[in-house]
């Protein structure tokens, strides 16, 4: 059965920084493009960093490059997002994700809060 279990958001003040995990089970990180999105209060989901599975080259956002990381630690079965100099408008729950194209299912974890406020 597939599982994330998301944390490390939280409050934090504009210039902040923080770092999300996403510890995933029932299938193997380092197998499958894995995701970050994230959906703030009205608007739509949007994805905001992935990392591939073949060569582990990174894509993101405009609005977070050079302030956002995502990695994978395929020993934990872990994927992160480091986020730093966090602005208001990067408030939202932030989800990880995956397409097991293998299995031909998308999954997502529950979601975890980021709020940027002074």
């Known amino acids: 059965q597939v599982q994330f279990v998301e944390s490390g958001g939280g409050l934090v003040q504009p210039g902040g920084s923080l770092r999300l995990s996403c510890a995933a089970s029932?299938?193997?990180?380092?197998?499958?493009?894995l995701n970050w999105y994230r959906q703030a209060p009205g608007k739509e989901r949007e994805l905001v960093a992935r990392i591939s599975n073949i060569d582990g080259s990174t894509m993101y956002v405009d609005s977070v490059k050079g302030r956002f990381t995502i990695s994978r630690d395929n020993a934990k079965n872990t994927v992160y997002l480091q986020m730093n100099s966090l602005k208001p408008e990067d408030a939202a729950v932030y989800y990880c994700?995956?397409?097991?194209?293998?299995?031909?299912?998308?999954?997502w974890g529950k979601g975890t809060l980021v709020t940027v406020s002074s």
């Open positions: 029932g299938f193997t990180v380092s197998n499958y493009i």
């Open positions: 994700n995956v397409y097991l194209y293998d299995r031909a299912m998308d999954y």
